[in-house]
């Protein structure tokens, strides 16, 4: 059984930091494609950043720059380093992962959510 738990969410002020982090359990992590997707109040979700098993990572264009996935394998965890935070990042965050080496955007399963607030 696969398990993601994300951590680290929070409120903070524009322009300040967060790092969200998510464990995973139940299958051979590293081999495979994960990502953070976000989903605000009345919007869609949509995807963030994700990093392929192979290590290649992609961002949204309103996060590149400010935002970095990483991933630790040792410990299973996948990270997003999140700076510069706007208002507009406001959102619940999710972690995600794929059961394929490249991603794309199918994920088969999800972690609970952490809420991130940015205030102005």
Known sequence: QVHLVESGG???QAGGSLR???????????????????????KE???VAHIGGDGTTSYVDSVKGRFT???DNAKNTL???????????TAVYYC??????YCSGGYHYWGQGTQVTVSS
């Open 96 to 101: 995600a992962a794929e059961l394929a080496t």
């Open 45 to 47: 979700r949509e995807g």
């Open 20 to 42: 969200l982090s998510c464990a995973a359990s139940g299958y051979t992590y590293s081999s495979y494609c994960m990502g953070w997707l976000r989903q605000a109040p009345g």
């Open 69 to 71: 996935i990483s991933k």
């Open 79 to 89: 990270y997003l380093q999140m700076n510069t935070l706007k208002p507009e990042d």
């Open 10 to 12: 929070g409120s903070v």
